[in-house]
């Protein structure tokens, strides 16, 4: 059974703490993704890996940084949480960026950022 | 830009027929996704297509049409746990998958 876990279901912080939200597969899996979800918005992709130590801006990266030391985990960093970085965080990871590729999610993280 | 349209919100009733529409505009096409999410959980794969036409998968169907820059999933025999949010996204020209805001469906008895 594939599998993508994450590391809390709910987090509540205070601005300017540094967070860190991390993310495991065990498909072997070389693409992963961090999205944020917001109410009455689609999925935004806020960075992507294509490989160990690769990384990617998506659309929103802007207050983010990842880190992706092994290849079956990736990590979403808010140096300095702001409350508009409140928000449900999901990674997914997929088997190739090319063909038809179902995303996997995680369950979500919930941030509340106070 | 790049934009994926589907209607905020839909209700039905326990054993009927559903069709959720799903307009797109992107840049380049290289696939159609639909996601199912239940509230406070993560998407889950429903159906893939790339070419026009039906795709039949149990209760559930997809369509495509991409002259249209169009989409649809159809349940049938609605049962309670099919209410949800059905994402629509698409695949463009550089692989990256664009979303679409979510449909939630409302089930009644």
């Known amino acids: 059974d594939v599998k993508v876990t994450q590391s809390s279901r709910y987090l509540v912080k205070r601005t300017g703490e540094k967070v860190f939200l991390e993310c495991v597969q065990d498909?072997?899996?070389?693409?992963m993704f961090w999205y944020r979800q917001d109410p009455g918005l689609g999925l935004r992709l806020i960075y992507f890996s294509y490989d160990v130590k690769m990384k990617e801006k998506g659309d929103i990266p802007e207050g983010y940084s990842v880190s992706r030391e092994k290849k079956e985990r990736f990590s979403l960093i808010l140096e300095s949480a702001s409350t508009n970085q409140t928000s449900m965080y999901l990674c997914?990871?997929?088997?190739?960026?090319?063909?038809?590729?179902?995303?996997?999610f995680g369950p979500g993280t919930r941030l509340t950022v106070l | 830009g790049q934009n994926i349209d589907q209607p905020t919100e839909m209700t039905a009733t326990e054993g009927a027929i559903v069709q959720i529409n799903c307009t797109y505009q992107?840049?380049?096409?290289?696939?159609l996704f639909w996601y199912q999410q239940h509230a406070g959980e993560a998407p889950t794969f429903l159906s893939y297509n790339v070419l026009d036409g039906l795709e039949e998968k149990g209760r559930f169907s997809s369509f495509l049409s991409r002259s249209k820059g169009y989409s649809y999933l159809l349940l049938k025999e609605l049962q309670m746990k099919d209410s949800a949010s059905y994402l629509c996204?698409?695949?463009?020209?550089?692989?990256?998958?664009?979303w679409g805001a979510g449909t939630k469906l409302i089930i009644k008895p």
């Open positions: 997914a990871s997929t088997i190739s960026s090319e063909a038809y590729n179902e995303q996997f």
């Open positions: 498909m072997d899996h070389e693409n």
């Open positions: 992107t840049s380049g096409f290289n696939g």
């Open positions: 996204a698409v695949l463009d020209s550089n692989y990256q998958l664009i």
